[in-house]
């Protein structure tokens, strides 16, 4: 069992920044691999971004350039650095880990990006 719990979720205008965390109750080491999806009201739960274990990581294209996936193994804590916002990038944003053969789920945390 994997709990994943947000932070960092707020109100920021259009070309801020923000960074979300996220907690995992167990060894991200051991964890194949963690991600970020967003859901906009209205809409499906779409990924964002991903890390594996080995490090290796993949960007939605509408966030390349933008946002970055990082992770703290020793705090066992992903990050998604967020930059330049756009009004589009509001959303629910959700942490993501698989430990296969099992897939867990955080609570979501709101970022809304005003124009």
């Known amino acids: 069992q994997v709990q994943l719990v947000e932070s960092g979720g707020g109100l920021v205008q259009a070309g801020g920044s923000l960074r979300l965390s996220c907690a995992a109750s167990?060894?991200?080491?051991?964890?194949?691999?963690m991600g970020w999806y967003r859901q906009a009201p209205g809409k499906q739960r779409h990924l964002v971004a991903t890390?594996?274990?080995?490090?290796?990581?993949n960007y939605a294209d509408s966030v390349k350039g933008r946002f970055t996936i990082s992770r703290d193994i020793a705090k066992n804590t992903m990050y998604l650095q967020m930059n330049n916002l756009k009004p589009e990038d509001t959303a629910v944003y959700y942490c993501?880990?698989?430990?296969?053969?099992?897939?867990?789920w955080g609570q979501g945390t709101q970022v809304t990006v005003s124009s």
């Open positions: 993501n880990a698989w430990k296969s053969p099992n897939n867990y």
């Open positions: 167990a060894n991200i080491f051991s964890i194949n691999s």
């Open positions: 890390i594996f274990s080995g490090g290796i990581t």
